[in-house]
């Protein structure tokens, strides 16, 4: 093998290596969104989902209103009547799939309320899976006048699926709105934030660019129920809840209570991507529903509309706090821009439709904002005709990246390491923004109960061997993320997914570690690694690709064996000599191909890393069957 670090070399973009969060699996409410109470506004289609009434000794009853005109984006909310001298009334709620409490932990609670007759004294009990109080705390005075009321409770014990019951005493009615209870160890400690551990799992990513809020989610079931960004943003209170597109399709563990609050909304994305130092690319509608479903699409004459959306999210993001969405982000936080650069227009549309909506874009948003990249989709590899079709329509379109997507079989990324390899270099750059290998279940099988059991070494070591074409070919793929990114092991909807959790634990698939490995040693240059002169693709079972770090001087090889063999290679260097330094080999691999990482065994594919010694222009690397291998060398 011969590492040319003198050879013909491309720019790795900053950008390479990223993540793509959709509210899929319930990654969002449920999930990193920290929240613990479902339905906190009554806002679900069924107004009590996630909340039962509790009569200890007392009585009372409760009543959802409806504020039919000028409360459009928060309509319900609860009406308590007490009759309790003795004992309490009240409610309980569910969480989503229980509540994950942590010993000793101070949880932060917070409602809005207001007392509409009587004297109650509230009471806030967090109890575990069978009803016992683990901690409790009584709630303020309620007075007259809609307010937000707040306390703290901590807990005695641990406990995966609790809940929590809201307690009145005494005889009077008040009502309720946005029940709210969130740890108050969140991402950066911030009210109303983000699970550390989810956040923390991507940050060790160093993603180069967050992709939100999807996939499918961006287009809606029908164009009523798209992802509107300007219904995120601005006061919790104040956004719009709607149904999550992934509440019936693909069922499986979410029957129905599937909705989106959107805690975690556009503000929220792109303060995120600032926290773990990645580019923000939000996608936005551009008047078309999804077509696995409705296939809705807007009026011509209302396209407009969608791309003024497009244009004030640019302002939002990056405009003068002077101006409406700009004095808008100044004031939920973050006077500053946000450096929004990339702007994804549709997602999977495959319509021929699309073009021609994708174009009215192009025209406003290319005039007014050069400085954005837009990206352009194909969607889905396996569409065949509608995917060759689309890309006919776009290779002479000012996009700047064509989004691919390809859930496939690990054959098929392993067959396809080359497949950038003679790509078309005039015209728009690629973003493989979904991929991951789908194995099946093998005939006669029965199919895996647990949820992580998709996320084989098989999978990752295939999407490995891929990744070094992606790599390769750098000078034309700029972006790149696995998808989906996260799923809760009690309520997802698509698998395999890179990182499962339930309500207090997570644990990064070798999926997961397929791309930590990619992305933390990206490199700034791809130079040439060939065997016979020939850049490896896959002959005889071996992928290789590598990248220079010019600040840091370090060669980055990556070597993929999807053998069932060791193989020792001597690799030479040319156009350089080894410098002092340490050397190192990361290994990723497992005893089965089978195998899979759990959250009760979280580490049984995860890489290790080993000192290496190389020569003065050479480096003898030893690879496992089945593995994946990253050599950094420093180099003069
Ligand atoms: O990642 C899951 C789904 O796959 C996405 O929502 C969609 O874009 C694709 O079909």
């Known amino acids: 093998m011969t590492l040319k670090v003198n050879g013909p070399q491309s720019e790795v973009q900053p950008t390479m290596w990223g993540i793509f969060f959709e509210d899929i699996n319930f990654s969002a409410d449920g999930g990193i969104y920290a929240e613990l109470v479902k339905n906190r506004s009554f806002e679900f289609t069924e107004p009590m989902m996630g909340w039962k009434e509790v009569k200890k000794e007392g009585t009372g009853n409760v009543l959802i209103v409806n504020r039919e005109s000028g409360h459009d984006a928060n309509p319900r909310y609860a009406h308590i009547t007490v009759d309790a001298a003795k004992g309490s009334y009240g409610l309980f709620n569910e ?6 409490f942590k010993k000793e932990t101070l949880y932060n609670f917070s409602i809005l309320a207001r007392s509409t007759g009587g004297q109650l004294v509230g009471k806030l009990l967090l109890l575990d899976d069978k ?9 303020p005075a309620v007075g007259k006048e809609w307010k937000q009321y707040t306390a703290t409770v901590k807990t005695d014990r641990t406990v995966a699926k609790g809940g929590i019951q809201l307690l009145f005493a005494g005889n009077g009615a008040l009502d309720i709105d946005m029940v709210s209870l969130f740890p108050q160890d969140t991402w950066k400690q911030r009210p109303g934030g983000l699970r550390n551990d989810l956040v923390q799992l991507l940050a060790d990513l160093h993603p180069g660019f967050v992709r939100f809020p999807g996939g499918c989610i961006v287009e809606g079931r029908d164009l009523a129920n798209r992802y509107q960004w300007k219904k995120t943003v601005g006061k919790v209170e104040d956004r719009t809840l709607i149904v999550n597109r992934w509440n019936t399709e693909f069922a499986h563990r979410a029957p129905g209570d599937y909705f989106q609050s959107y805690g975690l909304g556009f503000y929220e994305y792109f303060q995120l991507s600032e926290d773990i130092g990645a580019a923000p690319l939000p996608i936005i509608n551009c008047g078309m529903a999804c077509q696995f479903n409705t296939g809705e699409v807007a009026a011509d004459e209302d396209v407009a509309v969608y791309i003024q959306d497009a244009l004030d999210l640019i302002e939002f993001a990056n405009g003068s706090t002077a101006t409406k969405w700009g004095g808008l982000r100044a004031e939920m936080g973050h006077p500053a821009p946000f450096n929004l650069r990339h702007l994804g227009v549709g997602n999977e549309q495959w319509d021929s439709q699309y073009v021609a909506r994708y174009q009215r874009f192009e025209e406003v948003l290319k005039a007014k904002h050069p400085e954005i990249k837009l990206v352009s989709s194909v969607g889905p590899f396996s569409s065949g005709e509608r995917f060759d079709y689309l890309w006919s329509k776009l290779k002479p379109s000012k996009a700047d990246l ?43 099988q029965k199919e895996t109960d647990t949820a992580e059991g998709r996320n084989t070494w098989e999978s990752a070591l295939a999407e490995a061997a891929f990744m070094t074409g992606l790599e390769r070919n750098a000078d034309i793929v700029q972006m790149a993320s696995y998808a989906p990114l996260l799923a809760h092991v009690d309520a997802w909807q698509w698998r395999p997914d890179l990182i499962w959790f339930d309500n207090l634990r997570s644990v990064g698939t070798p999926n997961y570690y397929v791309q930590r490995l990619f992305s933390n040693n990206k490199g700034t240059h791809t130079i040439p690694v060939t065997s016979d002169g020939q850049p490896l693709t896959g002959q005889e079972g071996i992928y290789a690709s590598a990248t220079i770090d010019k600040a840091e001087h370090r060669i980055l090889l990556k070597v993929v064996n999807a053998t069932d063999r060791a193989v020792t290679y001597k690799v030479a260097l040319e156009g350089a000599v080894t410098a002092k330094g340490a050397a190192k080999q990361t290994v990723l691999t497992a005893k089965n191909k089978t195998d899979f990482n759990t959250l009760e065994a979280p580490s049984v594919v995860v890489p290790e890393e080993q000192i290496i010694t190389p020569g003065k222009n050479n480096v003898s690397v030893s690879v496992k069957a089945n593995s994946l291998n990253i050599i950094q060398v420093p180099y003069k």
Not at 95 to 100: C, E, K, S, T, V
Request: charged share 25%; hydrophobic share 30%.
């Open 95 to 100: 969480g989503f799939r229980g509540m994950g």
């Open 131 to 139: 009803g016992v109080v683990i901690g409790q705390t009584t709630l």
């Open 402 to 444: 064509v989004d691919e997507h390809y859930y496939m079989p690990p054959e098929w990324f392993l067959k396809n390491a080359d497949r950038y390899d003679n790509y078309e270099r005039k015209g728009p750059k690629i973003f493989s923004g979904e991929y991951a290998a789908h194995v099946k279940t093998p005939k006669g």
